[in-house]
């Protein structure tokens, strides 16, 4: 007997399902491949997508009487974003900074003064974990909003074992009152804290030290491996023993400089090199004989005024496996829109649209260890999916800097409805 849907979602203009890899993350020419159905429709049931296809054979598959249908006429749906790079956790705002660097002064200027992350630390080492996830909850709700619909969000605003358990436990706090799906990532080794300013490699002890205490609250361990930050030693250090410890790893590299970063991603075979602005077509040609997934943030140069972005077309034509996030940040990128990341990555970074969706929705989905679960739209999967007020998904970077999402399913659950969220639960 035929399953019957609990949610029937009919008349989808462009069904775009980022479907076709469940194997290995989307390379090459499949980049450009979205899979879509045209005239197509979804049914759901208990959160999980029981069958997607036309939409006049799911009409006649299942009737509609008893069924809650949603008509999508004729707009464009597509799997939720998964934004697999955030530090949506902090306390205050860095609208000074910001009007400083357009006069002239730079990030690491500021960072090296003392400012920059570390005033952001002193903000958020004031706040509560209840003031935090206050904050934090509206970022992610502004994120919902704009069609993602799973976020990893990194530690790293502590800088000590009190304050980076904080943080942690209102990630955790959150994981349990927002209906995103999120991915935690301690990421203690961030900047060095202005007490330890004389002696980092008794930072890099502590941290050290800390693992153990926030590996329960924690799926992912990340170093800031670059200028201004922790040099391949002492990244080395903490990350080798979080591999140890059973953490997955990430790592940011190339952000400002190339101090070597992508060579220790991959001895140490982490999940994803985040940022890799800054790279030399060596470490490409030594990525691609890896499985490491490429998490490229547009953003963040576009906010610092740098001409610096990852050479996406190249890594693309290389073979390497390419993800999009925000970086979601009060320094270097303070947008929760993913959206606005596909028109960065179209217009600077030379991706099309559809390599920037794949990007943003299954290639994401590895680069947070779920790809068996989220990412595409396929039977099987957990239906979370959006539908955008367009005719057309190149119309998505088209259109930049305003919000398409007008509907967002979560967990098979109506989670914002004509731009409005109705049910966070
Ligand atoms: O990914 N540069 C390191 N970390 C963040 C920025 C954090 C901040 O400036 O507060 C990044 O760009
Ligand atoms: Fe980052």
Redesign the pocket.
């Known amino acids: 007997m035929t399953k019957l849907p609990d949610l029937l979602i009919k008349n989808i203009g462009q069904l775009v399902t980022a479907a076709g890899a469940s194997q290995m993350p989307k390379t090459s020419q499949d980049m450009n491949d979205l899979g879509i159905i045209s005239n197509g429709a979804v049914a759901i049931k208990d959160g999980i997508f029981i069958d997607v296809g036309n939409t006049k054979r799911l009409k006649n598959k299942y009737s509609e009487e008893g069924i809650r249908t949603i008509d999508a006429k004729g707009k464009v749906a597509l799997p939720g974003f998964v934004d697999c790079?955030t530090?949506a956790v902090?306390g205050g705002d860095?609208t000074g900074e910001f009007v400083q660097r357009i006069q002239g002064a730079t990030?690491l200027e500021i960072?090296k003064k003392g400012d920059?992350?570390l005033s952001?630390v002193g903000n958020t080492r004031k706040l509560t974990l209840q003031k935090l996830a206050e904050i934090s909850g509206k970022c992610l709700d502004t994120m919902l909003l704009h069609g993602t619909t799973t976020v990893e969000i990194k530690s790293?605003?502590g800088l000590d074992v009190k304050n980076e358990l904080k943080i942690l436990k209102t990630i955790q706090h959150l994981q349990r009152t927002h209906c995103m799906d999120i991915v935690p990532t301690f990421l203690g080794a961030?900047?060095i804290p202005s007490e330890y300013k004389s002696k980092p490699d008794a930072y890099v002890d502590l941290v050290c030290a800390m693992l153990s205490k926030v590996k329960p609250y924690a799926t992912f361990c990340d170093v800031?491996c670059?200028d201004?930050?922790f040099n391949t030693g002492q990244s080395e250090r903490i990350l080798s023993l979080a591999k140890r410890l059973g953490f997955k790893l990430k790592i940011?590299v190339n952000?400002f400089k190339d101090i070597g970063g992508v060579s220790l991603a991959i001895k140490l075979g982490v999940v994803s090199a985040?940022?890799l602005d800054n790279i030399e077509h060596r470490d490409i040609l030594k990525l691609k004989k890896s499985h490491i997934i490429c998490v490229l943030?547009p953003g963040?140069p576009f906010f610092l005024m740098k001409d610096s972005y990852a050479p996406a077309r190249k890594m693309i034509e290389k073979g390497l496996p390419v993800a999009l996030a925000t970086?979601f940040?009060?320094?270097?990128?303070p947008t929760e829109s993913m959206q606005m990341m596909l028109s960065l990555a179209c217009l600077k970074m030379d991706m099309t649209p559809a390599q920037a969706i794949n990007a943003a929705t299954i290639n994401a989905a590895y680069a947070v260890g779920m790809p068996h679960r989220i990412g595409s739209i396929e039977t099987g999967k957990q239906a979370d999916m959006i539908i955008l007020d367009i005719r057309d998904y190149n119309q998505l970077p088209y259109y930049f800097g305003i919000n398409h999402v007008e509907t967002v399913i979560k967990k098979g659950k109506l989670v914002v409805k004509d731009r409005q969220i109705v049910d966070l639960n």
């Open positions: 790079h530090h902090f860095r990030y960072l920059g992350i952001t790293g605003y961030h900047a800031f670059d201004g930050g940011h952000e985040d940022h943030l963040v970086d940040n009060p320094g270097t990128c």
